[in-house]
């Protein structure tokens, strides 16, 4: 076990963003990537915190990756917000884009904001989190590389697909939930093969299509989504939503772009905002209070209630980062 330093989130947030313009990011570009990695490193997201630094050479090294992006944000129809993040970052093109999807989803109860040509979206429930603490519900999505089998099937159509959600509460820190569509996430399957473990039937197929518990032959193969044909629905929509629905790339589109360069992938992300004061329920919070709360009422667990209590106790005690990790990033960015 790597031992842990204690960072501030100022300390976290300077040295993501020295590292990305470290390699030649302009400065609101890297800041919007570091802030992204910054939260999730704050609230134990670890899969999307600093871990994500060293990687991000490989997503910039890949040829169609634009250090310079300048990402255009137009507004299609009253509803419709569409952001071209330019080949950089995806999150950076997000952050520029969310006051008009803000704007519009308070004045129209609905809105949809589709970020084109971006690499790598980051986790997913910073943007929605934001937009629930803005009084909107929020969902979000996007495709990834094809790495997933459809459930009864052999060969990988989908991307890990992740899917967030959040909900405004009262007084209280939203109700979100974000993961992958995948029984379980290539970084987890990834860990099995490194510490030479078997990992649970259901997590993926071998090259040949054929059902396997060897991390390395899933990683080689497929991996599966969650709740067998559910799961690959859930799957579908969000390619369809998040590729062609918004003229950006499938997840085997995005596998195909990269071209064996090991970059992020560069594809597409819908975000929806709703406003319920718009849609007829405003004056129902108390209701969907009692629903959340039978929930968290008989001891099981609300997604997100982790990350937020994590958060809380991370402000009061400092940040822990692997120290091994924060050496590798200070080597790298003397190298
Ligand atoms: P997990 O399977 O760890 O599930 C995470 C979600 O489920 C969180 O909302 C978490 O809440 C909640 N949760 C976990 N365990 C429980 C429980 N026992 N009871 C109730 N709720 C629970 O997530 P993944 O590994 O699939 O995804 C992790 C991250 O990776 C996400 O942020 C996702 O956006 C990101 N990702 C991004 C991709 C991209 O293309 N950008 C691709 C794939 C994943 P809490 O946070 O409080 O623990």
């Known amino acids: 076990m790597s031992e842990d330093i204690l960072m501030t989130e100022a300390g976290v947030m300077e040295l993501a963003q020295r590292f990305l313009t470290g390699q030649g990011l302009a400065a609101p570009h890297a800041a ?43 507004q299609l129809t009253p509803a419709v917000v569409q952001v071209d993040a330019d080949y950089g970052f995806s999150i950076y093109g997000t952050e520029l884009g969310l006051p008009a999807l803000r704007r ?8 949809f904001m589709a970020v084109r040509n971006g690499f790598h979206s980051t986790a997913l429930w910073p943007v929605v989190e934001d937009l629930a603490e803005a009084g909107l519900v929020g969902l979000s999505m996007n495709p990834t590389h094809d790495w997933v089998a459809p459930a009864g099937g052999s060969r990988p ?12 509460r009262p007084d209280q820190k939203p109700y979100v ?3 992958a569509t995948t029984a379980a996430s290539r970084a987890d399957i990834a860990m099995h093969r490194q510490a030479g473990q078997q990992v649970p039937p259901g997590w993926g197929l071998d090259p040949e299509g054929q059902a396997t518990t060897d991390p ?26 998040a590729g062609p629905m918004i003229g ?48 968290s009422g008989q001891g099981a667990r609300l997604p997100g209630s982790r990350r937020h209590a994590l958060r809380a106790r991370h402000d009061r005690e400092g940040i822990p980062v692997r120290k091994a990790l924060y050496e590798r ?4 960015m003397a190298d």
């Open 104 to 111: 519009s989803a308070g004045q129209l109860g609905i809105a």
């Open 329 to 332: 990033i200070l080597q790298l």
């Open 157 to 168: 159509v989908f991307g890990t697909n992740p899917i967030a959600f959040a909900w405004p």
């Open 32 to 74: 919007a990537m570091a802030r992204a990695l910054t939260r999730a490193q704050r609230d134990g997201g670890l899969s999307h915190g600093l871990q994500r630094l060293p990687g991000t050479r490989d997503t910039i090294g890949h040829p169609e990756f634009n250090k310079a992006a300048r990402p255009k944000v137009e």
């Open 177 to 179: 939930f974000d993961f």
């Open 248 to 295: 950006d790339r499938t997840s085997h589109s995005s596998a195909r772009f990269d071209a064996g360069h090991q970059a992020a992938p560069c594809h597409g992300e819908l975000i929806i905002a709703l406003n319920p004061g718009l849609l007829g329920g405003a004056g129902d919070v108390e209701n969907a209070e009692r629903m959340l709360n039978a929930i």
């Open 216 to 241: 390395a032959a899933i990683l080689a193969g497929a991996m599966l989504p969650f709740g067998a044909h559910k799961g690959s629905a859930i799957a579908t929509m969000i390619e369809l939503m």
